[in-house]
C-alpha cells in the first residue's frame, strides 16, 4: 500500500523560504514521476481538477516548473531517503496554498502535469504567507 505523507509546511512572512518533505513508503521515489501541487484556500474542497502544478520530476532527475515558481522554486528527491522536496525561496503572500505531492504509478519519462494524471496523493501540509 503506498503511502505519502508530507512535512514541512508553516508561516512564513514574504521573501522567506521553507522546504517541503514527501516521505514514502509502498512506493519507490526514484522510479516514478513525481510532483508538487498546490490548491488554494479560494478553491479548498473542489477536486483534484483544482489543484494547480508547482513541480515535476522524472525517474532521470530531470524538472519542469509552472512559470510563476521557476527560479523560486526547486525539486529534487532523495532515493537514500526515498523523500521528495520542495526547496521554495523568496516566497510570495499568493504561494499560500495547501501543498500536496504526487506520484504516478507507471510512467517514469513524459511526466504528465495535470493533477488528474497523478494516482497516488499525500495529505497536504499548509504553507501560508505574510505580506
Known amino acids: 500500500q503506498v503511502h505519502l505523507v508530507e512535512s514541512g509546511g508553516g508561516s512564513v512572512e514574504a521573501g522567506g523560504s521553507l522546504r517541503l518533505s514527501c516521505a514514502a513508503s509502498g512506493y519507490a521515489v526514484n522510479n516514478y514521476c513525481m510532483g508538487w501541487f498546490r490548491q488554494s484556500q479560494r478553491d479548498e474542497g473542489e477536486g483534484l481538477a483544482f489543484?494547480?502544478?508547482?513541480?515535476?520530476?522524472?525517474?532521470?532527475?530531470?524538472?519542469r516548473y509552472s512559470d510563476s515558481m521557476m527560479g523560486r522554486f526547486t525539486i529534487s528527491k532523495d532515493n537514500a531517503t526515498n523523500t521528495l522536496h520542495l526547496q521554495m525561496d523568496s516566497l510570495k503572500p499568493e504561494d499560500t496554498a495547501v501543498y500536496y505531492c504526487a506520484g504516478h504509478y507507471f510512467e517514469f519519462r513524459n511526466c504528465p502535469a495535470g493533477p488528474m494524471e497523478y494516482h497516488y496523493w499525500g495529505q497536504g501540509t499548509q504553507v501560508t504567507v505574510s505580506s
Open positions: 489543484r494547480e502544478g508547482v513541480a515535476i520530476i522524472d525517474r532521470d532527475g530531470r524538472t
